[in-house]
């Protein structure tokens, strides 16, 4: 399986912005699906955002659309997540997955390889 490897999280205050990045493997952004997924303490993993195979069609959910944009650079093997004006609501650990094209995006059962994740916290 490809690694996938976040990074870019923090402390931060409301309304500041983080990017996270992940890198992978040459490649892989070519071939799969990449998302973000997050979870906070005594929560299920909920979806982020997914950005398909080769950069092209996005999705957001709707607890941080207008807020969270996801890009990615093929080239480079990397996914990144823009997150401005942060919440508290928004402290989680950050995961980035692969997964295959034709899976629903939203699930976390769509995606087999997954980083370590990257935790983002947000005081108020």
């Known amino acids: 399986q490809a690694q996938l490897v976040e990074s870019g999280g923090g402390l931060v205050q409301t309304g500041d912005s983080l990017r996270l990045a992940c890198a992978a493997p040459?490649?892989?952004?070519?071939?799969?699906?990449m998302a973000w997924f997050r979870q906070a303490p005594g929560k299920e993993r909920e979806f982020v955002a997914v950005?398909?195979?080769?950069?092209?069609?996005?999705a957001i959910a709707d607890s941080v659309k207008g807020r969270f944009t996801i890009s990615s650079d093929n080239a480079k093997s990397t996914v990144w997540l823009q997150m401005n004006n942060l919440q508290p609501e928004d402290s989680a650990v950050y995961y980035c997955?692969?997964?295959?094209?034709?899976?629903?995006?939203?699930?976390?059962?769509?995606?087999?390889?997954w980083g370590q994740g990257t935790q983002v916290t947000v005081s108020s």
């Open positions: 997955a692969a997964g295959q094209p034709g899976n629903p995006a939203r699930l976390v059962s769509s995606y087999d390889n």
């Open positions: 040459a490649r892989t952004t070519g071939w799969y699906n």
């Open positions: 950005i398909a195979r080769g950069g092209g069609r996005t």
